[in-house]
């Protein structure tokens, strides 16, 4: 895969562990899910390097200074469900007062591309930082038509976080949405003939949820 500048892929020691140890098919529902949240939060410390701030006056013991606080109510969170409700919690962690949409599709099974069935979101968030997250970046097909329906109701602002990404899905969302930056921890060898990812970690919606 060819480089992108809007695209950025981890390379993280504590990264590295925690996916290895989510691959493995012998890790319970339970744990699955902590380690779904722990790399998510560990993403959007780095992503959100730039997040907007405004200036605080703040009393220590000592004497007043002005520090930079997160600007209140400045960021979104679209999960494509089913998925990416599992990275939920993970950026909730960093930013408590977070809203939350939904944008919820499902894979076409002889075609590979998503059908849209869900969306609701919240009031203005034209004017937020929206973060559209997905464990899984394998088309690409899901991402790409999330964020085509955010830009065509105004949004300006958005990122992209993955846990394991495909050549292929990440490639196709660099070149369809140069403008967004894209967030992967790892990106793994291609997809198989059903788009799944290799070497992958099987479905995570069911993984998440149990329901395999």
């Known amino acids: 895969m060819k480089n992108y500048d809007n695209v950025v892929i981890f390379d993280h020691p504590l990264i590295r562990h925690k996916i290895a140890i989510l691959r493995d098919e012998k890790t319970s ?6 380690l779904v949240e722990e790399i998510t939060t560990l993403m959007t410390y780095e992503c959100l390097k730039d997040a907007p701030t405004v200036e605080k006056e703040v009393k220590t013991p000592l004497e007043t200074c002005t520090q930079h ?3 209140d109510n400045s960021v979104v969170i679209v999960p494509i469900l089913r998925a990416g409700l599992g990275m939920v919690n993970g950026i909730h962690v960093l930013f408590p007062s977070a809203r939350v949409g939904h944008i919820g599709m499902y894979r076409n099974e002889e075609t590979l591309e ?3 069935y869900y969306c609701k979101l919240p009031d203005g968030i034209q004017e937020k930082l929206v973060l559209v997250v997905d464990p899984m970046l394998a088309t690409g097909g899901s991402a790409c038509d999330a964020i085509a ?7 300006k602002n958005i990122k992209f ?3 394991i990404g495909a050549p292929e ?7 369809t949405h140069p403008d967004v930056n894209i967030y992967v921890s790892t990106l793994d060898r291609c997809l198989n ?3 799944y990812i290799l070497p992958g970690l099987g479905d995570a919606g069911d993984r998440l949820f149990g329901t395999k």
């Open 161 to 163: 976080l993955g846990i």
């Open 193 to 195: 003939e059903r788009g």
């Open 69 to 71: 606080v997160v600007k």
């Open 29 to 34: 529902t339970k744990e699955f899910r902590e």
């Open 169 to 175: 899905g990440v490639s196709r969302l660099a070149e």
């Open 114 to 116: 998503p059908q849209t």
């Open 149 to 155: 329906h955010l830009k065509s109701i105004g949004c």
